[in-house]
T-cell receptor, first 112, second 121 residues
């Protein structure tokens, strides 16, 4: 069975500081991994995805994530936080053509 | 083009009532998914359609939940004898089907609708 664990339900960073949201996955098959963002009162938006190509994946809004098989991790980073990055972030895992399994989410707060 | 749409955006009902939630996928998307997002949680899978048939309904919590997609486009999620614990945001997503010829690095993104917020009083 596949699963993801997001470390920290709430993360606060200062504007301009590094954003690091942690995600570890469990999968018995080569996983497809995702980060989704959900802004208040809006739908889910795909930030980036890993599909067995390059291990360092770049997404929208300056975010990127690195797939590390040895650590079963897929942490999300952004070098410099912006106030507009405040949102809920979900790490997720899937088979190639199947349902998505989401983590519980991390709410990112940006401090002025 | 138009994205995934869901109606109604909000639904308030009383315990024991029957509700229907509708999803209009992106035109041409044969795959359709329903998820449920409870407060403070990530979305949880309910059911997946490929065309008209339910390819995977393992996420439906019990037999009060049922979904149909009779013409392979619009889908309706039906909940009988609603309970307070059914209160959540119900999300629909659609995607293009994967073709066998596509390489393993291909992935057809699931596009999510805005959801229907169901409140059972």
């Amino acid at each position: 069975a596949q699963s993801v664990t997001q470390l920290g339900s709430h993360v606060s960073v200062s504007e301009g500081a590094l954003v690091l949201l942690r995600c570890n996955y469990s999968s018995s098959v080569p996983p497809y991994l995702f980060w989704y963002v959900q802004y208040p009162n809006q739908g889910l938006q795909l930030l980036l995805k890993y599909t067995s190509a390059a291990t360092l994946v770049k997404g929208i809004n300056g975010f990127e994530a690195e797939f590390k098989k040895s650590e079963t991790s897929f942490h999300l980073t952004k070098p410099s936080a912006h106030m507009s990055d405040a949102a809920e972030y979900f790490c997720a895992v899937s088979d190639r053509d199947d349902k998505i399994i989401f983590g519980k989410g991390t709410r990112l707060h940006i401090l002025p | 083009g138009a994205g995934v749409s869901q109606t109604p955006s909000n639904k308030v009902t009383e315990k024991g009532k029957y509700v229907e939630l509708r999803c209009d996928p992106i035109s041409g998307h044969t795959a359709l998914y329903w998820y449920r997002q409870s407060l403070g949680q990530g979305p949880e899978f309910l059911i997946y359609f490929q065309g008209t048939g339910a390819a995977d309904d393992s996420g439906l919590p019990n037999d009060r939940f049922f979904a149909v997609r009779p013409e392979g486009s619009v889908s309706t999620l039906k909940i009988q004898r609603t309970e307070r614990g059914d209160s959540a945001v119900y999300l629909c997503a659609s995607s293009l089907p994967l073709l066998a010829a596509q390489p393993s690095s291909s992935y057809n993104e699931q596009f999510f609708g805005p959801g229907t917020r169901l409140t059972v009083l």
